[in-house]
Nanobody
Framework: QVQLVESGGGLVQAGGSLRLSCAAS????????MGWYRQAPGKQRDLVAGITRGGGTNYADSVKGRFTISRDNTKNTVTLQMNSLKPEDTAVYYC??????????????WGQGTQVTVSS
């Protein structure tokens, strides 16, 4: 069974940094696009940053220049380095990955979510 397990997150003061990591495990044939989304209370879940298998990246305008997404294809992991954090970055952050499993089934997977809280 394929799953995504996140780590990192927590409470930080404005201007601080946090690092989120996510690892895909299980019977995996290939991991395609990976990304991080976030959802604040009462709001929809939005894309924060995405990365292709080849390393191409895209970011939400609100995080450009502050957040960096990276991945390790050998370990099926994706990381989000968050710098210069602002109170408006407070949200539950979710890892996402497009995975082909060992039976060649293609599916979108989500992590369990990790809370990021930025105090002013």
């Amino acid at each position: 069974q394929v799953q995504l397990v996140e780590s990192g997150g927590g409470l930080v003061q404005a201007g601080g940094s946090l690092r989120l990591s996510c690892a895909a495990s299980g019977r995996i044939f290939s991991v395609n696009n990976m990304g991080w989304y976030r959802q604040a209370p009462g709001k929809q879940r939005d894309l924060v940053a995405g990365i292709t298998r080849g390393g191409g990246t895209n970011y939400a305008d609100s995080v450009k220049g502050r957040f960096t997404i990276s991945r390790d294809n050998t370990k099926n992991t994706v990381t989000l380095q968050m710098n210069s954090l602002k109170p408006e970055d407070t949200a539950v952050y979710y890892c996402n990955a497009e995975i082909i499993d060992s039976q060649l089934h293609y599916r979108d997977y989500w992590g369990q979510g990790t809370q990021v809280t930025v105090s002013s």
